[in-house]
């Protein structure tokens, strides 16, 4: 079975805490992403990785930092924590993208992180 | 990007088929479509995809319109399991491995 692991399903921090969130694939996948998700606005791309070392802004990188160092995980980093950084993270991952075919994205179970 | 409109939501009776439209007018020629699912509590999961011709998988059938401007994401018999989040995505090949979701369309499945 395909898995996704992020290392915490609820996480609770304090404003301007560094907080760091992880993710684990073991399906060999060159692609890595984040995600937030929050009513109203739906999941939105936060940062992605086509390999390690490698890193790509997504649709709202402010005050976020990734990190890959290994290929199969890739950490969210919130350099300072903020009551508007209280969301659900998703991280998912997918082979890399071959022309012409289509690797589907699997997802971890998320975080729930709340700042305070 | 191109755009999908899907309802925000439906209701199903259980053991019955479910149709699931979503409406991409501005469709471009080499954007492929394709539903993910969120299923209470989870990550969302891949259904199935397409570009042109309809498709069947173990878990739905995807209807393609002839001019691409629409499609159906089809659940042939809907079981209480099958209650989520349907989301329906356009992908540009130029878009690598992002998926761009929008709000998804909320399935509920009575007994």
């Known amino acids: 079975d395909v898995k996704v692991t992020q290392s915490s399903r609820y996480l609770v921090k304090r404003t301007g805490e560094k907080v760091f969130l992880e993710c684990v694939q073991d399906?060999?996948?060159?692609?890595m992403f984040w995600y937030r998700q929050d009513p109203g606005l739906g999941l939105r791309l936060i940062y992605f990785?086509?390999?390690?070392?490698?890193?790509e802004k997504g649709d709202i990188p402010e005050g976020y930092s990734v990190s890959r160092e290994k290929k199969e995980r890739f950490s969210l980093i919130l350099e300072s924590a903020s009551t508007n950084q209280t969301s659900m993270y998703l991280c998912?991952?997918?082979?890399?993208?071959?022309?012409?075919?289509?690797?589907?994205?699997?997802f971890g179970p998320g975080t729930r992180l709340t700042v305070l | 990007d191109a755009k999908t409109t899907q309802p925000n939501s439906m209701e199903s009776n259980e053991e019955e088929p479910v149709h699931l439209p979503c409406n991409h007018s501005?469709?471009?020629?080499?954007?492929?479509i394709h539903w993910y699912r969120q299923l209470p509590s989870q990550g969302p999961e891949y259904v199935i995809h397409?570009?042109?011709s309809n498709v069947n998988n173990r878990m739905a059938s995807l209807a393609i319109a002839e001019d691409r401007k629409s499609s159906t994401l089809i659940l042939h018999r809907a079981t209480l399991r099958d209650a989520a989040v349907y989301y329906c995505?356009?992908?540009?090949?130029?878009?690598?491995?992002?998926?761009?979701f929008g709000q998804g369309t909320e399935l509920s499945v009575k007994p």
């Open positions: 397409g570009l042109t």
């Open positions: 998912a991952s997918s082979l890399g993208l071959l022309t012409g075919t289509y690797n589907e994205q699997f």
């Open positions: 990785s086509y390999d390690v070392k490698m890193k």
């Open positions: 399906m060999d996948h060159e692609n």
């Open positions: 501005t469709i471009s020629g080499t954007d492929y």
């Open positions: 995505i356009l992908r540009a090949p130029h878009q690598g491995g992002k998926l761009i």
